[in-house]
């Protein structure tokens, strides 16, 4: 058994939906796309999961004609990749199978008399597997076109699959042809998407319009994963909603684990599927993989863990407690208690607490493939120089490059992170290809490589950039007052006034005023969309470890003002986009690197985001959790974890023995306190009225 | 008492009306459609088309509360507010906008709420009475001074403090019950002292000290020196006098708290992990959930008339020459 915690309710669990972190992380045990990440071996590494090898990938040019692999992108008019999954893996046992003995589905249809009764998916005894297929992958990419299921990924899929938007128009209008004849399902079997085919029972193929190298990632994504018609058949039938008996809570998978209960008020539990595949656990890592003992299992079958209870704790101080007394077997680290679990060497680095360390819990840190930046509006006039007057865009950039300087992150990940964050020299994180460390990774902008490391310029340099942008003293030559910038924030409240108060600070080492203009979410959304913020903070998490992920986040086709984009600074580089439609279709090697290089270099010079930091994750978990290797790209890692439940059990037992004197104490006490009372109750009934 | 009944339920529909109107204009002064869509869609990679969608599934791409473009009757009908709010009258809630049964997860949760509510409340009216008749018992003396500085005192400790300092003495030092959890069956007690031994200590000051005053209030009174006349001893004269005629000031606390009990504690259930009703409608304004908040606020206010209309039926339980006409 695993026991572990969760604070906030995950509120998608349908593959073609879920996007985020706390989601992932039960329904990427459930659901198997294609690809996983293999879980020891770094940088980042795909391998096939329920595919036979790794997909194959034919280029095509504008007759159809086969290209080689290396075909310049520029002739490539669509490229297919083709995916072979492994034969006889089978389903979870699930009701939507299960059939009658005359093999009619049991479950199917179901009049509303025969859900009476029923509230969760356990009322329904009678369940079956059935061999995942090819048609599988293919259903569930027809569920990413459909609008009403809502895909996150929708819009990215429909510029790059092909028939991915025809077909969900077709969907649609098919859907509202059924309902409005009271069919609650769209069996979408019967609609053909044209990028995608099933080529024989284990085979299909998805063909993409042009060349799109990162889409392979995709396909280690739960968007991906099988979706058996008959599960959304089966929850589509009428009645299920109403009990609220969906598939995005009732997840259908062909994982280790699968969902056995579903409370996410109280508790969620995966226990083992006894369909699964079977997988064995990694046998090449690297030297320190092998040192930490990370390949001991090597060959073993997977998953270790019979069940998984995760337990609803939306507070951090009785989840920490609970951690700290053997009830979960691993924890993060929040604010409150990071000088409890963590002491920061001499050299900067960090230790477990004595505590901590008899207790024999450890410590993993990782710096996560995410950042944290501040952004400039580029189509404001005063930060972003918008304009044709050259000196106009130059006064700007120096202004941005000044405020580059003066902002000392190194000070806001010690105060704001408990130094758990690395200072940003660019927008790739290290994990990334393209990223660089080092004084080859250097911001020539704003560090100088002084003794082997990275010192920030001063704020006299950037005072001089600042009279260069016309700003002398930070003094605004048109009013004769200080300029004023404005900073748009979400956050609010007493909690964050330290926060804010401290970029107000950092602007006054120029003289410049920020004025913080903070609003709840909806409203800087609004401002965003717009492009009527003139500075704000923003952060990406990488959907995955290719430096493209990043990169297009200040790419001008993505400008947030114009196109509801993710570039959200708007910046806009005509040399930068081209580099990074070329960069986007390179493999990774010298050649790529080096255009990243120049890539980087322009937004280092432009410094539309002060870079920021990347956040390092900090995680504690107890000597008898095994295989705890933090994973930054895969969620499914849960089959790779081993529990000691001995070795448990007696920690347990040694740490939370009742302490009872205190009670037995206080008891006495109160008896004490009531003997005076009574001797004087007895006076009073004694005496004589008066 | 039936006709009073009747009326006091007409005069409730337009003040349902009225909360309904006021919490759907709060609610959309806040967040708008769009908003909503965004929060419910994600941050990433959202279109403009998914937004439009998503509004138009949940019927949030029509007018607010007029419709100009409809005839007729249709102006007001063919709005959100007469969509969403006309058939909680019907206590029909609905879905939530992220597509749950509202109906079912408001008769799932409540149980542990009242599971915790409902303990703390008899538990606690029975300690804050024993107590403030052992003060008024003791009036004038030593432990009647000692008693009201530490209801003082215990009145302005936070109730946050004492979930945390409870938590950390009793269930981490002490290690006595668990930190936090809950669970169905057999097992559901361990999980339930805690919450309640908690839930209990911090009404004590502000319970005590108020029933201490009805106690006082009713111990000088011409009634009282007759019983003692009679040569009733003080327990009895407590008890039997003072406690009986003091019921209506207590039952008017009570009574109108008890149909909201299943609406369970906010800072308990976070604290304690209780899946109850507490947070659920705090969970769901941060998730621009309008279907849960608008059916929470609704529930709220039917349940707030009835504990009045409760309260009235009470009084005439506990004095006989209360009559509701």
Redesign the interface.
């Known amino acids: 058994m695993f026991y572990s915690s969760f604070s906030e309710?995950p509120?998608?669990l349908d593959p073609a939906r879920s996007?985020?972190a706390n989601e992932w992380a039960f329904i990427s045990q459930v659901y198997e796309p294609p690809l996983q990440y293999h879980f020891l071996k770094r940088p980042y590494e795909l391998i096939p999961l329920t595919a036979k090898g790794m997909p194959e990938l034919l280029l095509f040019d504008e007759q159809g004609q086969r290209l080689p692999s290396d075909a310049d992108p520029s002739r490539v008019a669509h490229s297919e990749y083709r995916v072979r999954i492994s034969p006889g893996i089978r389903y979870q046992p699930h009701p939507a199978f299960a059939r009658t003995a005359d093999d009619a589905y049991r479950y199917w249809p179901l009049g509303e008399d025969e859900l009476e009764g029923r509230?969760t998916l356990d009322d329904f005894p009678y369940r079956d597997t059935r061999e995942l297929t090819a048609h599988d992958y293919v259903y569930q990419i027809k569920r990413l076109a459909v609008?009403?299921n809502?895909s996150?990924?929708?819009?990215?899929m429909g510029e790059h699959i092909a028939g991915f938007n025809d077909f969900g128009e077709q969907a649609k209008a098919e859907q509202e042809r059924d309902r409005s004849g009271d069919r609650m399902w769209t069996d979408l079997r019967a609609l053909e998407m044209s990028g995608v085919s099933v080529l024989d029972r284990y085979t299909y193929s998805i063909r993409l319009k042009g060349m799109y190298p990162q889409f392979i990632y995709w396909l280690a994504m739960n968007f991906f994963a099988p979706m058996p018609w008959e599960a959304e058949r089966f929850y589509a039938q009428p009645g299920m909603?109403?009990?609220?008996i969906?598939l995005?809570w009732y997840p259908v998978g062909t994982g280790p684990f699968m969902l056995a209960e579903n409370?996410p008020?109280?508790r969620m539990v995966l226990a083992k599927n006894p369909n699964f595949h079977g997988e064995v656990f990694p046998a090449e890592g690297t030297r320190e993989d092998r040192e930490a003992g990370m390949l001991d299992d090597a060959g073993q079958p997977l998953p270790f863990i019979e069940k998984a209870v995760y337990?609803?704790?939306?507070?951090a101080?009785?989840r920490w407690?609970?951690f700290?007394?053997g009830y979960y077997d691993n924890s993060g680290i929040a604010s409150d208690s990071f000088d409890q679990a963590i002491q920061i060497g001499a050299s900067g680095e960090a230790n477990l607490t004595p505590e901590m360390q008899r207790k024999g819990i450890k410590l993993d840190t990782a710096v996560e493939t995410s950042v944290f930046y501040m952004g400039f509006n580029m189509h404001d006039p005063v930060v972003g120089g918008e304009s044709a007057d050259v000196i106009e865009i130059e006064r700007a950039r120096k202004l941005r490059q000044a405020i580059a300087i003066a902002i000392d992150w190194e000070e806001f990940i010690s105060i704001f992170n408990n130094g758990r964050g690395e200072p940003a020299q660019g927008p790739l994180p290290p994990g990334i290809f393209g990223n660089r460390s080092g004084e080859a990774g250097l911001n020539p902008v704003v560090y100088r490589w002084e003794n082997g490391r990275a010192v920030r310029r001063s704020v006299e340099e950037a005072r001089q950039l600042l009279e260069e942008a016309g700003y002398p003293g930070g003094v605004d030559p048109e009013t004769g007052n200080a300029l004023v910038l404005y900073y748009d924030t979400a956050l609010s409240g007493p909690g964050s006034k330290s926060l804010l108060q401290w970029y107000v600070n950092q602007f006054k080492k120029l003289g410049i005023q920020l004025v913080v203009r903070s609003t709840?979410y909806?409203r800087f959304?609004?401002k965003m969309l717009k492009g009527t913020a003139q500075l704000f903070s923003w952060g990406w998490n990488a959907d995955y470890p290719d430096p493209e992920n990043f990169l297009f986040l200040l790419y001008g086709p993505n400008s947030k003002m114009e196109h509801?984009g993710?570039n959200a600074a708007n910046f806009v580089h005509p040399e930068y986009d081209r580099l990074f439609e070329r960069m986007k279709n390179m493999p990774n090697g010298p050649a790529r690197q080096e255009v990243i290089d120049q890539m980087v270099d322009i937004l280092r010079e432009e410094s539309p985001w002060l870079f920021g930091y990347f956040p390092k994750g900090f995680s504690l978990h107890h000597a008898w959790y095994r295989n705890a290797l933090p994973h930054l790209m895969a969620n499914n890692t849960l089959k790779y974890k081993r529990i000691d439940g001995g070795l448990r059990a007696g920690a347990q037992k040694d740490w939370?023995?009742?302490?009872?004197w205190?009670?037995v104490l206080l008891g006495l006490l109160l008896l004490v306190s009531v003997i005076?009372?009574i001797r004087?109750?007895r006076a009073?009934?004694r005496s004589r009225a008066r | 008492m039936m006709a009073y009944i009747v009326r006091r339920t007409l005069y409730a529909i337009p003040i349902l009306i009225g909360v309904n109107l006021l919490t759907f204009l709060l609610f959309f002064v806040?967040?708008?459609p769009d908003?909503m869509a965004?929060?419910?869609?994600?941050a990433?990679?959202?279109?403009?088309?998914?937004i439009e969608?998503?509004k138009v599934?949940r019927g949030y791409d029509k007018p607010l509360v007029f419709n100009l473009e409809a005839e007729g009757l249709g102006q007001v009908t063919d709005t959100i507010f007469f969509d969403k709010s006309l058939r909680l009258f019907a206590f029909d809630f609905g879905?939530s906008d992220?597509?749950?049964?509202i109906g079912?997860?408001i008769g799932q949760?409540m149980w542990?709420s009242l599971a915790i509510a409902i303990p703390i409340m008899l538990v606690g009216l029975l300690v804050n009475i024993t107590f403030s008749l052992?003060l008024a018992?003791?009036r004038g003396?030593?432990?009647d001074f000692w008693g009201v500085v530490l209801c003082v005192a215990m009145m302005s400790i936070s109730g946050l403090f004492y979930i945390?300092g409870g938590?950390?003495l009793l269930?981490?030092?002490?290690?006595?019950f668990p930190?936090?959890?809950?669970d169905i069956g057999a097992h559901a007690w361990k999980f339930l002292v805690l919450p309640v031994i908690i839930g209990v200590v911090s009404s004590i000051g502000s319970g005590s000290r108020w029933y201490r005053t009805l106690f006082l209030e009713e111990i000088n009174k011409d009634f009282v020196r007759s019983a003692r006349a009679k040569g009733l001893?003080?327990q009895r004269v407590l008890i039997g006098h003072v406690l009986r005629n003091a019921l209506i000031p207590i039952l008017t606390g009570v009574v109108v708290v008890l149909p909201t009990l299943f609406m369970g504690s906010l800072l308990l259930e976070?604290?304690?992990?209780v899946?109850g009703l507490g947070?659920y409608t705090i969970?769901a304004i941060n998730?621009?959930d309008f279907a849960i908040v608008r059916a929470m606020v609704f529930l709220g206010a039917v349940l707030y008339i009835l504990g009045l209309l409760l309260t009235d039926i009470s009084y005439t339980i506990a004095d006989p020459r209360v009559r509701l006409e």
């Open positions: 309710r509120k998608f996007y985020s509230h609008p009403g809502h996150p990924v929708a819009g990215l909603a109403e009990r609220n969906t995005n409370n008020n109280l337990s609803l704790e939306k507070e101080i009785p407690n609970k700290l007394q709840d909806n959304q609004e509801h993710e939370n023995r009742p302490v009872l205190p009670m005076p009372a004087d109750f009073r009934e | 806040v967040n708008s908003d965004r929060m419910h869609l994600g990433k990679r959202v279109t403009d088309q998914a969608q998503w599934e879905q992220s597509g749950r049964n079912h997860d949760r542990p052992l018992f003791f003396t030593y432990l945390i938590q950390v269930g981490k030092l002490l290690n006595l930190i936090s959890g809950y001893s003080e976070s604290f304690f992990g899946p947070s969970d998730r621009q």
